[in-house]
């Protein structure tokens, strides 16, 4: 197998339990080795008191893509640490996309930069994640 068919793979039995991501119309754009996209339209249920997206939901986009991005090498890996910071509003009807790239891998730990974009391309927001890998893989080896 590839690296991006063991992305694709992994990435396929972990969206199949992601009900929180489906729940909030995520789509599961594209995955390879240590990279995930996915993207999600703002609908009127996650506006905040301002009239825009609630970070919450942004950050919540940003984490899934950071999470698949984690987990394309067959190793059950989790969030240790993650930070956001918002650069421009999102709105209702935004289709927000979030880009996860892996920065660095090494031994159990690694480090992930996510950048949030609208449907302009305007970023929206920047989020990074350090990585822990535990005990046990997605699929059976």
């Not at 969206?15 to 390879?32: I, Y």
């Not at 999470?67 to 090498?73: Q, V």
Request: with cysteine; glycine share 8%.
């Amino acid at each position: 197998m590839t690296p991006k068919e063991l992305a694709k793979a992994c990435a396929q039995k972990m969206w199949a339990q992601d009900t929180a991501s489906q729940e909030l119309g995520m789509v599961l754009d594209e995955v390879d080795a240590g990279e995930a996209r996915i993207s999600m339209r703002v609908t009127k249920t996650m506006a905040n008191g301002h009239g825009t997206c609630h970070g919450g939901y942004i950050f919540t986009l940003a984490d899934s893509a950071f999470a698949f991005a984690c987990n394309t090498y067959n190793q059950v890996t989790v969030a240790q640490q993650c930070s956001v910071t918002f650069l421009a509003p999102a709105h209702v009807d935004d289709r927000l996309t979030a880009e996860a790239r892996e920065q660095s891998r090494s031994g159990r730990s690694g480090l992930y930069d996510v950048t949030i974009t609208n449907q302009h391309g305007d970023k929206i927001a920047e989020f990074r994640g350090n990585s822990r890998t535990t005990k046990g893989t997605i699929l059976p080896v």
